[in-house]
């Protein structure tokens, strides 16, 4: 049997704390319900997600690498507040082969000025956001398609 396609799914700063950070921005599901009901789907499409969060930015770029390396279908990409000011992030998504769809909970351009540019998005192939915990879910939908 062919091995599984597998989606890595990064989260940066403060998305562990999902659920109880600012949910009138965010909503009230937790980074475990999304991770969740994104595994639920992933099963359904016989694709292997491999879901992380870390609060640090090398850590992020690093998995980038490691997506890279391990010939991973397609990267999901939430770098948070790192969105806005990582060219470390950027430069790492520019230099590999897999692709990175960039996701956000919020519609960053309905928010503070500073959060209308994003150097992830600038290297990324898509960018999915403004749904909730729903843009996780239409992430992997694309990621599928590609």
Same mark, same amino acid.
């Given at each position: 049997?062919?091995?599984?396609?597998?989606?890595?799914?990064?989260?940066?700063?403060?998305?562990?704390?999902?659920? &109880?950070?600012?949910?009138?921005?965010?909503?009230?599901?937790?980074l475990d319900d999304i991770a969740e009901r994104?595994?639920?789907?992933?099963?359904?499409?016989?694709?292997?997600?491999? #879901?992380?969060?870390?609060?640090?930015?090398?850590?992020?770029?690093?998995?980038?690498?490691?997506?890279?390396?391990?010939?991973?279908h397609a990267v999901i990409l939430n770098a948070?507040?790192? &969105?806005?000011?990582?060219?470390?992030?950027?430069?790492?998504?520019?230099?590999?082969?897999?692709?990175?769809?960039?996701?956000?909970?919020?519609?960053?351009?309905?928010?503070?000025? #500073?959060?209308?540019?994003?150097?992830?998005?600038?290297?990324?192939?898509?960018?999915?956001?403004? #749904?909730?915990?729903?843009?996780?879910?239409?992430?992997?939908?694309?990621?599928?398609?590609?």
């Amino acid at each position: 049997m062919a091995e599984a396609r597998k989606i890595y799914v990064l989260n940066g700063p403060n998305i562990n704390m999902l659920g &109880t950070r600012e949910p009138e921005i965010y909503g009230y599901d937790t980074l475990d319900d999304i991770a969740e009901r994104m595994e639920d789907a992933a099963n359904r499409a016989h694709v292997e997600i491999d #879901f992380r969060q870390s609060n640090h930015e090398g850590h992020l770029v690093d998995w980038l690498q490691e997506a890279h390396a391990e010939g991973a279908h397609a990267v999901i990409l939430n770098a948070a507040g790192l &969105t806005h000011s990582s060219i470390a992030l950027h430069d790492a998504i520019k230099a590999i082969a897999v692709p990175v769809i960039e996701v956000h909970l919020s519609n960053p351009h309905r928010r503070e000025e #500073f959060r209308h540019r994003s150097y992830v998005g600038m290297a990324a192939k898509g960018t999915i956001a403004g #749904f909730g915990a729903l843009s996780y879910m239409l992430a992997l939908e694309a990621a599928l398609e590609l």
